[in-house]
């Protein structure tokens, strides 16, 4: 039926890095982890799932040290075990890991406006282009979804794959993918229906 859920996915953005506050491309599955102001998140984004009252059957995470830090403290609030997607990594930036937007421009002018403006190219040439990465997003929330009908789950992944995640539900073009703004520590939450989904809210990040 047009109105049955399927499922409800609270996703969670995991807490800060080094890299967070200048915004740097990253890859790394292994670095950075979780900084102090990181962990300060991770607890106030549980404290808030606690007091919300937020329910789950089940728990996922990406596989980067950071979501699994994240995931870890988020599963003794439930007393649950967590389950990795190895899949659902963040988009490959290639020779841009580490590096700032302003960098990239400045480094390497003619490729920055080819990365803002064209989303079916890969940018760098050993990345992986916009349109791929929500596609592939999309996929493994497809079949998330298809596993858990009627569940209530959770899943500690990297902003970008919730913009990427937001993209697809909506039908945004992945275009507009860096226009989305995802704070670390944050919630989003998606109902995901038989032929449409909604998002109930996006970044919220506890005071």
């Not at 039926?1 to 399927?6: E, L, N, P």
């Not at 003794?76 to 990239?104: H, S, V």
Request: charged share 25%; proline share 6%; net charge neutral.
């Amino acid at each position: 039926m047009y109105f049955s859920r399927k499922c409800k996915i609270t996703f969670i953005s995991h807490g800060a890095t080094i890299y967070s506050d200048e915004n740097r491309f990253s890859d790394n599955l292994k670095y950075p982890p979780l900084s102090d102001a990181g962990q300060y998140e991770v607890d106030k984004i549980t404290e808030y799932l606690r007091l919300r009252g937020i329910k789950n059957d089940r728990i996922y995470t990406s596989p980067a040290t950071r979501t699994i830090q994240t995931a870890q403290v988020i599963a003794k609030l439930y007393k649950k075990n967590y389950e990795i997607l190895d899949e659902l990594t963040p988009r490959k930036c290639g020779a841009y890991n580490g590096l700032t937007y302003e960098q990239i421009e400045e480094r390497y002018p003619d490729e920055f406006v080819k990365l803002i403006n064209d989303p079916a190219v890969p940018t760098p040439a050993d990345a992986e282009s916009l349109n791929d990465f929500v596609k592939r997003v999309s996929d493994i929330i497809d079949k998330v979804v298809n596993n858990n009908i009627s569940n209530r789950i959770i899943i500690v992944t990297t902003p970008d794959v919730i913009k990427a995640a937001i993209c697809s539900a909506l039908n945004i073009p992945a275009s507009s993918m860096p226009k989305i703004y995802i704070k670390t520590g944050s919630a989003t939450q998606i109902s995901y229906f038989e032929s449409w989904q909604s998002l109930i809210y996006s970044d919220y990040t506890p005071l």
